[in-house]
């Protein structure tokens, strides 16, 4: 079965500090990896997705994330963040199931505290 | 754009009511999934159709039921409301086939509390 850790529920952080929240995958077969960001009050936002190709993956607001197969690890970065950055992210990953049909499996959440 | 439309944003229900959250998408697609929503513990599929009166159970389906008699339309129903299914309830759809891995589209979001 297909699932995915976010060892980190809170991450507090400086404004223009750097940051990380990590996810990692289990899964037997080939996945598509994505993060998702939740403003409060707000739905889920699609920040960027791994299907193919580069490993590194580039998403809106400046947020880049990198696929480790190895690892099994899809680890979200962000060179420098925003008071507006904080809000809770989510990684997911999809695969396809037995009786046909696909499904989103996600992660606990990471909520991203930026403080002045 | 594509547009998954979620009928309720905020409901108030009473223990023992029978609740419907009714959810529509725009874009034909094959797949809808019903998830909740809460703090620690991210978004966990309830139930989930990849056709018109087809469905299946996800990972949390004790205490739903679930109803997909047009393509566009994917109602959850909560048989007999009780507190522990105060939550927030997302709605989402995808395409067919390889396509519906690569992209999910989500609902506003149906904030429920039952009292």
């Known amino acids: 079965a297909q699932s995915v850790t976010q060892l980190d529920s809170q991450v507090p952080v400086f404004e223009e500090a750097p940051v990380e929240l990590r996810c990692n995958y289990s899964?037997?077969?080939?996945?598509?990896l994505f993060w998702y960001v939740q403003y409060p009050n707000q739905g889920l936002q699609l920040l960027l997705k791994?299907?193919?190709?580069?490993?590194l993956v580039k998403g809106i607001n400046g947020f880049e994330a990198e696929f480790n197969k190895s690892q099994t690890s899809f680890h979200l970065r962000k060179p420098s963040v925003h008071i507006s950055d904080t809000a809770e992210y989510f990684c997911?990953?999809?695969?396809?199931?037995?009786?046909?049909?696909?499904?989103?499996?996600f992660g606990t959440g990471t909520q991203l505290k930026v403080e002045l | 754009d594509v547009k998954v439309t979620q009928s309720s944003r905020y409901l108030v229900k009473r223990t023992g009511e029978k609740v419907f959250l009714e959810c529509v998408q725009d874009?034909?697609?094959?797949?809808m999934f019903w998830y909740r929503q809460d703090p620690g513990l991210g978004l966990r599929l309830i139930y989930f159709?990849?056709?018109?009166?087809?469905?299946e159970k996800g990972d949390i389906p004790e205490g739903y039921s679930v109803s997909r008699e047009k393509k566009e339309r994917f109602s959850l129903i909560l048989e007999s409301a009780s507190t522990n299914q105060t939550s927030m309830y997302l709605c989402?759809?995808?395409?067919?086939?390889?396509?519906?891995?690569?992209?999910?589209?989500f609902g506003e979001g149906s904030w429920l509390t039952v009292v």
């Open positions: 989402a759809s995808s395409p067919g086939g390889s396509g519906g891995l690569r992209t999910i589209y």
């Open positions: 899964s037997s077969v080939s996945v598509y």
């Open positions: 791994y299907l193919s190709g580069s490993t």
């Open positions: 997911a990953v999809s695969h396809i199931l037995t009786g046909g049909g696909n499904k989103l499996t």
């Open positions: 874009m034909d697609h094959e797949n």
């Open positions: 159709s990849y056709d018109v009166k087809m469905k």
